[in-house]
């Protein structure tokens, strides 16, 4: 789906802001910011079916990248600039890609590479955006060039797979799958499409996707197991939740791509969200059962509140002026919802779902979770709220919250998420393995997807490609 992007103040601004695009190249120079950010990470990135080139390179031929240490994920500037003198040596500058070697070795004979490679073809054709990305560095880029277009997609994570799957809304299939993040958690993507966030429970890190290539582009070390996650608005700043006690939620700047800061709050946390307006970070913890509310101003813990259970997902509605009106917290062993009202940090309001006659009730392998999905549709006007028990969405309207309809989601439904125009809403099914888009006029399923294994978190991103 191609789909234009409305833009924002903020996008609008960031146009003015843009360098212009010869800006960006300086001929005949190969620059090292680019080099360390966008071509080292294909040095890392695995390949279906290939071996990673640091596997074989900091051995083989003149190619020399150094070697990582055990659980370091990226390497050092210092690191950086021994590659990049490695690498120079095998490069041409200029505009004739064929006159590097580092560029035609790995490049398929098929497509004007060299003959062989001891260690295989990586890139099929000179269209491929790993090789391209290679290719622009050699031709003295400085920036990645501008993406040719922005699409919407949903974004699924396979809790119990290896990937996530990416949903193309005007069709409802899975065109392409991110691989390469084992346990991956949260989901979420940079506002301006550039790239997605995933939360890698395996090697504990923030897992910066690139858009166009899909791959993996950086790993960020955090300060513990992470759970889910969330963006700023503004796209500085991506929220992580610490799934360790005493519990954290740690502050990555995505400019510096650093992990910042690891702010102290009241418990493990497992969800983290940013308030509509950007103003708070809110980290709900199953263990204190407390809710976090961090001043993203000063990255301190502004206020917090005691439920009587565990905090699951949580969703925010907003008033006229944009400021977080209600928190809707879904609790541990409660099948339904509660609602805290941000200004006077009350409970006012506690929705129990009904049971659903001729509904087959599932109690197992709830993990005390027997709603886990929740969601503000993108007008205002209602609430969406899974139940595991009964493999069902209840639709409430707001801000009276009268049950207005109910929807068959599928085994173990999970976390709700959109499209911007709020038509469809998708939930991961994870007892079927499957992704479902219910319309959101009529109420009906519309498409179930073949996922990964067991979907529970996803999003709605925007996508940059070429
Ligand atoms: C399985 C091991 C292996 C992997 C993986 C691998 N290479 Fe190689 N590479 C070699 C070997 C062995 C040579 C030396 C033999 C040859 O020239 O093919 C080599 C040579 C090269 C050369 C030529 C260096 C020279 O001395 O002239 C370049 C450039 C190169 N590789 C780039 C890459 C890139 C880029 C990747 C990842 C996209 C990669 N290689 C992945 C094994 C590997």
Do not use: C, Y
């Given at each position: 789906m191609r789909t234009p992007r409305p833009l924002s103040t903020l996008a609008i601004l960031a146009l003015f802001a843009a360098p212009p695009v010869l800006a960006q190249k300086a001929p005949g120079k190969l620059d090292f910011d680019y080099f360390m950010n966008?071509?080292?990470?294909i040095f890392l990135a695995k390949r279906e079916g290939s071996v990673r080139c640091i596997q074989c390179h900091?051995?083989?031929?003149?190619l020399r990248l150094q070697p990582l240490e055990e659980h370091q994920l990226f390497w050092t500037e210092e690191q950086s600039r021994k590659n990049f003198e490695s690498v120079s040596q095998l490069v041409l500058p200029?505009?004739?890609?064929?006159?590097?070697r580092f560029l035609t070795h790995p490049l398929a004979a098929s497509a004007g590479?060299?003959?062989?490679h001891g260690g295989g073809k990586?890139?099929?054709?000179?269209?491929d955006p790993e090789w391209r990305i290679m290719a622009d560095w050699v031709a003295g880029y400085t920036q990645r060039r501008p993406a040719a277009d922005t699409v919407v997609r949903i974004i699924q994570t396979n809790?119990?797979?290896d990937d996530a799957s990416v949903i193309d809304p005007a069709t409802n299939t899975v065109v392409a799958t991110i691989g390469d993040?084992?346990?991956?958690?949260g989901v979420t993507g940079a506002p301006d499409g550039s790239q997605i966030y995933i939360t890698n429970e395996s090697l504990h890190s923030l897992d910066i996707v690139d858009?166009?290539?899909?791959?993996?582009k950086r790993r960020i070390p955090l300060s513990g197991r992470p759970n889910n996650l969330a963006v700023t608005a503004d796209g500085s700043r991506v929220y992580v939740a610490i799934m360790e006690m005493p519990g954290a939620l740690d502050v990555i700047d995505v400019a510096s791509m650093q992990n910042i800061k690891t702010i102290p709050v009241d418990?493990?946390?497992h969800n983290v969200y940013v308030t509509p307006d950007s103003r708070y970070a809110v980290g709900g913890s199953i263990q204190t059962s407390t809710i976090n509310v961090v001043d993203?101003?000063?990255?301190?813990?502004?206020w917090k509140l005691k439920m009587s259970s565990g905090i699951r997902p949580m969703t925010f509605s907003k008033k006229a002026n944009g400021a977080t009106d209600k928190i809707f917290v879904q609790l541990s062993d409660f099948h339904g919802f509660a609602v805290v009202d941000f200004d006077t940090r009350k409970e006012v309001a506690r929705i129990e779902h009904p049971a659903i006659p001729g509904e087959v009730a599932h109690y197992d392998g709830l993990q005390a979770a027997p709603a886990h999905g929740l969601a503000v549709s993108p007008d205002g006007k209602t609430l969406w709220s899974t139940s595991k028990v009964y493999s069902h969405a209840y639709i409430h309207s707001l801000p009276?919250?009268?049950?207005i309809g109910r929807v068959f989601v599928g085994q173990h439904p999970e976390w709700v998420t959109f499209t911007p125009d709020g038509k469809t809403f998708y939930m991961g099914a994870a007892g079927d393995n499957t992704t479902v888009a219910v319309d959101a006029?009529?109420?009906?399923?519309?498409a179930t997807i073949p996922v990964g294994q067991v979907p529970k978190r996803i999003a709605m991103v925007y996508l940059q490609v070429d």
């Open positions: 966008e071509v080292q990470p900091t051995r083989s031929s003149n200029g505009e004739n890609p064929m006159k590097s590479g060299d003959p062989f990586h890139f099929r054709n000179q269209q809790a119990a797979g993040i084992e346990i991956p958690h858009s166009r290539t899909l791959r993996v418990g493990a946390i993203t101003a000063t990255n301190k813990l502004a009276d919250l009268q049950e006029a009529t109420l009906t399923r519309v």
